[in-house]
């Protein structure tokens, strides 16, 4: 279907997230749209798909002006988007979800709903079981189910906002090629990302949005420099890998072994040094969330020995591992890092820890105020964390942290942030190397790995490869170990106990 | 200057949130005159009556207060439980065994030829201990047995009930026949000093006074305060913000029980003067209501525990003068608390198409 | 706005428990409101119009339950119209929901102080929760009557006598009503199983579920010729008057349990209409199965295929006679405790308890049961011994008659009845 939007006007407050924008995407197109966080994506993204309603402005649907004041006038009128989080129930199964969005009937014709199901599936490639409960899917997974969920509702034209945010290497060329189906099949595909790599190994076209305008177009073969120009208003580089100096052995882990219902980690063993930067690589699911839980304090261990400084912190809460330098920055910020309903200045005062009964909100206030300015925070004293947006809710999570660590703990700390954001988190982190703290970040960026990490460890399926120098490895080797290619028949135990 | 925008800011919200709490209020209003009218009764009439009852005379007035002074005491228990994102339902119970320990440790010395004034301190002081206790029975379900607090605490309101009833009828049965009217009622040195010529006992108001300041500044400027509404806002994160969480919990009912068994044993003391089988009058479920009502604010807790203080005692009339079921009172009430949740529902919804863009901060994180 | 949703529910679930704590308050939401008189209070009654003789006497009262509750409140509140009917000049005014549970922070004594305000010259306490309320206002008001209704504060010989010139108590004599619903639950019962439905445990709870069991044993073995070791008659206490979900066990559960494990008659003690309610379902589901309400005469309505019959109080005649004496001044502070009209037993102007048989009761078992009725208005005393307690201690020696006293405060349950003797 071929969609035009004419003059989409829209402002939040002062804020102008859409202004004045034109675009056309003839059907059987994949339309790249370009832009850093903020720069109004999603903004227009929902306008099309109804969750926003514009101030000003047309849809034209091959042609046609249509009137689309919510998400199902949308689907209706052969419109469905795919949101960043799954829109999806999680504790139903599969084929559950799949039928609930289709009205009319009282009594949804499951077969016939499962039959389609599953021709749909097959026709992309997807492995979808009907009957598995949606929990118990891949971020990857429930992409799929959306996508042949809003076909089976009869979409025509399709939205991604970030689609490869949160999924698997393997996972990505499965949408890819998806995508790429959906094209042949005169669908047009509208694919919403910051991301170069991915618009440049996909879209047909690309347009970029910045601070509301839409500020550019490109055809292939794109130029990175030229995109990055038009997303940034300027150039701007990653720069070069900086190894930080590194100290004594920090963090030791001897045979450590931690597991949950699905998955076992065993034996593994580690010594960090103090200042030292330690990737951890895998499909998300592999264990590295698990082993990361178990270094903080969060999860019991099931044996083996965590030691940070010579001090024994087996078995220990988080909250006495905190106590002796360890923190732990959740990749889910707002579940599980910061207090939605808290303002900065509170959340500086919670962690700071202060002795006392009363707080001094004056005090709190200066520190929230000195934090923000010193990491760049966008907002103010009191500001609402869920009023901050993604980069900044990072920053606030970083400036949160106490002064001194000695071991830091992350997951995913650059995830759907822009460029800009990342290296400047980065800064930040490595800042802490040069005073000592040891880092280990778990990623699913194997250039953010390949770039920050002093060592990596690679996890498959609970399997944990030895510490890998980062600067003997690339890309391409990275990603076959995440896939499970190239592992040692026998355990792996080339300098297991590097330097103790 | 961006410190005084972002206080117009919050004055503004603040009055926003006022004023759609009083069309709450006039809408709940509107619709009991409906319903009024509906049955045929006069309803100027009837909200007259309300108010003769409630505050017509000084004796009214009293009453109203002695109703009130209790509920304030629910309140800022439930209030604390709330800020840790608790559900204490088994309020009730606390309140129960408030009064329980107090009329045990007055029946235990009210022959001891202590000082009545010291019996009375250390009965009201096992009040709080017995509510404390209660309330820690129901943390310890939900942070170690992980019972829902919802549940643990319906299942400790019925054991509450179920030992007033026993004790009334078995082992504190009035001599004669055990009776509903409750134990024997306690000799006159044993009251709570009143008000000469009414019931009202001006300790109770003032212990209540008290509750309200310290409930308001605990949680408003104490780190046990934040950190209780970290927990209930995001018990994750605050743990990893260094909050020890499941002992906030317990320390969050252990206060409530607190204040929970005050208002048990006020009901002993000031009020009843006996252990009945109901002695918690409902108090801890209305207090739920109004700090459902107030949402977090202590201060407000003051006038809204008033007014459904005045609705109890006021509808005593409407039977009397009008004929018409006393149940309006609970109706209104009712009303009024869905409505007002109501409303903030809508308030949020406009809000936040307002205010929150649906792309976080969309411009906000301009290069930097 | 999630929360907001989920505080919703929580509303929900709170508003349910705090009706339900209301108990019977609730039960008839939707009569909840005014007869249609009500509308103008001001204007005068009709019996006002009556001969100007007619001085008018307003008297108040205090009901534990709504007014309207087919119950024990609306009994007395009926026997308040029966006044007014019959007595020129009389107006009822009222408070219902008197317990601490409707109207926190009241007592019924303050209650009673604003129906004086009101113009009461004597008001009537319905219920023993109000006991000691009622002492404490018959003695800060020496100049207003009281009726105090079950209880015993100024029966001379009680335990408890505390003498009050102002008040009087009333009771019916309910032990015969309860002989005669056992009687009749023994004359038709299949199985020889009978259950006793009971509320709290008290004196009063205790003699009538004892008496039930005195009328069900004798016409078991002297009507029907069995022996007294096959009778089963087993009581269970649910523990309050009416059902509180969560707090008492649930009557429709234990009405069941009775009916399901082979006792097909179910007598109820409690004020509400379970048991009733039950067997029609069961009945319905094709069981063989009966039950005896209590309290209210129109208790059987809508329950033909199961109801034996309903033993009620008429408190109408009482009332009446107090209230004149008070109001023609022969007023005397006195304790009744009063028996049925032997003559008719359902007679609404003379008898202090009734029995109205139901359409299940069998034609030969109502021949039955008006020769029992007709033996008791001859004088049979089922409280004559040798009746043992509960625990085999004697109570009663060989043709030993009880005394009033030994029969208001029963100790314990007899020997022959299954179930709990006190509260433990």
């Known amino acids: ?500 | 200057m961006a410190k005084n925008t972002a206080a117009s800011r919050r004055r503004k919200t603040i009055w926003i949130n006022v004023s759609f709490q009083s069309a709450a209020f006039v809408l709940a209003l509107l619709l009991t005159t409906v319903m009024l009218l509906a049955v045929g009764a006069p309803p100027f009439q009837a909200y007259r009556s309300i108010l003769v009852g409630a505050f017509g005379s000084v004796g009214d007035i009293f009453d109203t207060l002695i109703a009130w002074a209790p509920l304030l005491l629910t309140t800022m228990g439930v209030l604390i439980t709330f800020s840790a994102g608790l559900w204490n339902i088994g309020i009730e119970g606390q309140v129960t065994l408030g009064a329980i320990f107090t009329t045990w440790i007055l029946r235990l010395l009210q022959e001891s030829g202590l000082p009545p004034w010291l019996i009375i301190v250390l009965g009201i002081l096992a009040g709080i201990v017995g509510g404390a206790l209660w309330a820690s029975l129901a943390g310890v379900l939900k942070t170690f047995g992980g019972v829902n607090e919802i549940f643990g605490g319906l299942g400790l309101n019925f054991v509450a009930t179920a030992l007033t009833l026993w004790l009334i009828f078995g082992p504190w049965k009035r001599p004669g026949t055990g009776s509903m009217s409750g134990t024997l009622p306690f000799p006159e040195e044993l009251w709570l000093p009143a008000i000469p010529g009414f019931r009202l006992s001006p300790w109770a108001l003032v212990l209540s006074f008290i509750a309200v300041v310290v409930v308001y500044f605990l949680l408003r400027g104490t780190h046990f305060g934040l950190r209780l509404k970290a927990v209930g806002k995001n018990m994750r994160a605050a743990y990893l913000l260094g909050v020890p969480t499941w002992q906030h919990m317990l320390a969050s009912f252990l206060l409530c029980g607190v204040f929970a068994g005050l208002a048990g044993a006020l009901q002993v003391t000031a009020v009843y003067h006996r252990l009945i089988p109901s002695i918690s009058s409902n108090y801890g479920f209305t207090g739920l209501l109004v700090a459902m009502l107030v949402n977090f604010h202590a201060l407000w807790a003051v006038p809204v525990a008033l007014f459904f203080a005045a609705l109890n005692i006021g509808s005593v009339h409407l039977p009397i003068v009008l004929k018409l079921d006393s149940s309006l009172s609970g109706v209104l009430q009712g009303l009024l608390v869905l409505l007002v949740l109501m409303v903030e529902g809508a308030r949020q919804r406009l809000m936040s198409r307002k205010i929150i863009p649906a792309e976080p901060a969309s411009g906000e994180e301009v290069q930097s | 706005m999630r929360n907001t949703l989920f505080r919703f529910a929580l509303l929900a679930l709170v508003s349910v428990m705090l009706l339900t704590a209301c108990g019977q308050a609730t039960a008839v939401p939707t009569e909840a409101v005014v007869e249609p008189e009500t509308t103008e209070p001001e204007v005068v009654e009709p019996e006002a119009t009556e001969p100007p003789e007619a001085e008018e006497f307003v008297f108040g009262m205090l009901m534990v339950g709504p007014y309207n509750d087919h119950g024990w409140s609306q009994a007395h509140y009926d026997a308040g119209l029966y006044v007014e009917e019959n007595l020129p000049g009389a107006r009822m005014i009222y408070v219902d929901k008197v317990n601490p549970a409707d109207r926190p922070g009241t007592t019924p004594a303050q209650l009673a102080e604003d129906l004086v305000a009101q113009g009461a010259q004597l008001v009537i306490f319905n219920s023993d929760d109000m006991k000691d309320s009622a002492t404490e206002f018959a003695q800060a008001n020496p100049d207003v009557y009281v009726i105090m209704a079950s209880g015993d504060q100024v029966w001379a010989d009680g335990n408890a006598y505390i003498p009050m010139d102002n008040m009087v108590n009333i009771m019916g004599r309910m032990e015969y009503g309860k002989m005669i619903a056992g009687c009749a639950a023994a004359l038709t019962t299949q199985t020889g199983q009978i259950g006793y439905l009971g509320p709290l445990i008290n004196d009063e709870t205790r003699r009538l579920a004892a008496s039930a069991y005195l009328g069900a044993e004798y016409c078991w073995t002297e009507y029907l010729g069995n022996d007294p070791a096959d009778l089963v008659f087993k009581v269970t206490w649910i523990g309050f008057w009416f059902n509180i979900p969560g707090v008492t066990a649930d009557p429709t559960q234990v009405a069941d349990d009775f009916f399901n494990t082979g006792f097909d008659v179910v007598i109820s003690g409690i004020d509400t209409t379970e048991a009733l309610t039950e067997a029609v379902r069961l009945r319905d589901a094709g069981q063989e199965v009966w039950a005896i309400p209590y309290d209210y005469e129109g208790a059987c309505e809508g329950a033909d295929s199961v109801c034996l019959g309903v033993p009620y109080f008429n408190w109408g005649p009482a009332y009446l006679e107090t209230i004149m004496a008070a109001r023609d001044g022969t007023y005397a502070s006195n304790f009744q405790w009063n028996a049925p009209d032997w003559a008719d037993i359902n007679n609404p102007d003379t008898s202090a308890v009734g029995f109205l048989s139901g359409p299940a009761l069998g034609g030969e078992a109502a021949g039955l049961l008006d020769q029992f009725i007709a033996e008791l208005a001859g004088g049979l005393n089922l409280w004559t011994g040798p009746i043992n307690l509960q625990d085999g201690a004697p109570y009663l020696a060989d043709g030993e008659v009880a005394t009033d006293l030994q029969v208001w405060y029963l100790p314990q349950l007899l020997e022959g009845m299954e179930g709990q003797s006190v509260s433990e």
């Not at chain 1, 903080?296 to 006495?320: M, P, Q």
């Not at chain 1, 660590?405 to 802490?432: A, F, N, Q």
């Not at chain 1, 399997?463 to 792996?492: C, F, H, Q, Y």
């Open chain 1, 1 to 500: 279907m071929d969609v035009e939007l004419r003059d989409i006007h829209k402002t939040f407050g002062k804020v102008r997230a859409n202004v004045g924008i034109r675009l056309h995407v003839p059907a059987g197109t994949i339309q790249g749209i370009l832009g850093e966080n903020g720069a109004g994506k999603s903004t227009l993204m929902k306008v099309l798909s109804g969750f926003i309603h514009a101030d000003q402005g047309a849809i034209l649907l091959d042609g046609r002006p249509v009137v689309i004041h919510s998400p199902a006038d949308a689907i209706r009128a052969g419109i469905g988007m795919l949101h960043q989080d799954p829109l999806d129930f999680p504790p139903m199964r599969v084929i559950d979800n799949f039928v609930m969005a289709r009205g009319g009937s009282l009594f949804p014709g499951r077969a016939a709903a499962r039959r389609d199901l599953k021709k749909l599936a097959a026709q992309f490639g997807f492995a979808l079981d009907p009957d598995a409960y949606v929990d118990s899917l891949t971020v990857g997974e429930r992409q799929q189910l959306e996508i042949v969920r809003l076909l089976w509702l009869g979409a025509r034209v399709l939205i991604f906002d970030e689609p490869t945010t949160g999924i698997s290497a393997a996972q990505k060329e499965r949408l890819f090629a998806a995508l790429r189906l959906l094209a042949d099949q005169d669908k047009t595909v509208l694919f919403v990302s910051h991301k170069l790599e991915d618009v440049e190994g996909l879209c047909d076209r690309v347009v970029v949005l910045r601070q509301g305008y839409l500020v550019g177009e490109a055809r292939p073969p794109y130029t990175t420099r030229q995109l990055v120009e038009m997303m940034f208003g300027k150039a701007i580089s990653i720069g070069k890998r900086v190894p930080c100096a590194v100290g004594e052995t920090s963090l030791r882990l001897r045979n450590l072994s931690v597991e949950d219902y699905r998955l076992k980690v065993r034996g593994v063993n580690l010594a960090v040094r103090a200042g030292e930067v330690i990737g951890l690589a895998g499909m998300e699911g592999s264990g590295q969330g698990l082993f990361m839980r178990a270094v903080a304090g969060l999860l019991r261990t099931t044996g083996g020995r965590i030691s940070l400084d010579g001090r024994n912190l087996t078995g220990r809460s988080h909250l006495v591992s905190k106590r002796h330098g360890v923190a732990f920055l959740p990749a889910s910020r707002l579940e599980e890092g910061l207090v939605p309903g808290l303002d900065l200045t509170e959340h500086f005062v919670l962690a700071e820890k202060k002795g006392g009964f009363f707080i001094d909100w004056e005090g709190g206030r200066a520190l929230a105020e000195e934090r923000i300015a010193e990491f760049n925070i966008r907002g103010t004293p009191a500001s609402h964390v869920e009023a901050l947006s993604g980069g900044n809710q990072q920053r606030a999570l970083l400036a949160l942290l106490r002064v001194s660590l000695r071991l830091l703990l992350l997951e995913h700390p650059t995830r759907g942030l822009d460029i800009e954001s990342t290296i400047y988190i980065w800064s930040k982190l490595k800042e802490r190397c040069g005073q000592g703290t040891s880092i280990l970040f778990v990623s699913s960026d194997l250039e953010e790995i390949l770039q920050y990490s002093d060592r990596v460890l690679v996890f498959f399926n609970g399997r944990v490869s030895p510490p890998l120098e980062a600067a003997e490895m690339n890309t391409d080797r990275l990603g076959e170990l995440i896939g499970g290619k190239g592992w040692p028949e026998e355990e792996w135990v080339e300098e297991m106990t590097a330097d103790g």
